[in-house]
């Protein structure tokens, strides 16, 4: 189960990702999820300088949206799933006064997760 997220924790989160390449960033990460991809990948796949890259995977870190593991001379990120569900869960949970279904997406499951069915919906 999801640890329960608090504002304190909501709010960094949020604006790591309001910004433009760190959002494409992450979008890019759950896309080649479980592999993940090199920090110079993500840099040309977006087609952002890899100083500049690094500087917005580092915030990504930081607020928890990716996690990282060294490869040889390569850094691999990944996009940290079980944070993004416990974002979702803290706006769920909090945003809909105690009625979840009152805001479920189509094809959001109450284990935080897509549905299988759902297709395209999973992987926008």
Not at 41 to 53: C, D, K
Not at 76 to 103: K, S, T, W
Not at 111 to 117: I, K, L
Request: aromatic letters at 6%; charged letters at 20%.
């Amino acid at each position: 189960m999801f640890r329960h997220m608090e504002i304190k924790d909501a709010i960094p989160s949020f604006a790591a990702l309001s910004q433009e390449t760190r959002l494409a960033a992450y979008r890019l990460l759950v896309r080649h999820e479980p592999e993940g991809l090199a920090a110079g990948e993500i840099a040309r796949q977006l087609g952002v300088p890899h100083n500049t890259m690094s500087a917005h995977l580092a915030t990504l870190a930081r607020a928890g949206w990716v996690v990282s593991e060294r490869h040889s001379r390569s850094i691999i990120y990944r996009a940290n799933i079980q944070h993004m569900n416990e974002v979702v869960e803290f706006l769920v949970r909090d945003c809909c006064a105690g009625h979840p279904e009152v805001c479920e997406p189509p094809g959001y499951s109450a284990g935080g997760a897509c549905t299988p069915s759902d297709g395209d919906l999973c992987n926008e």
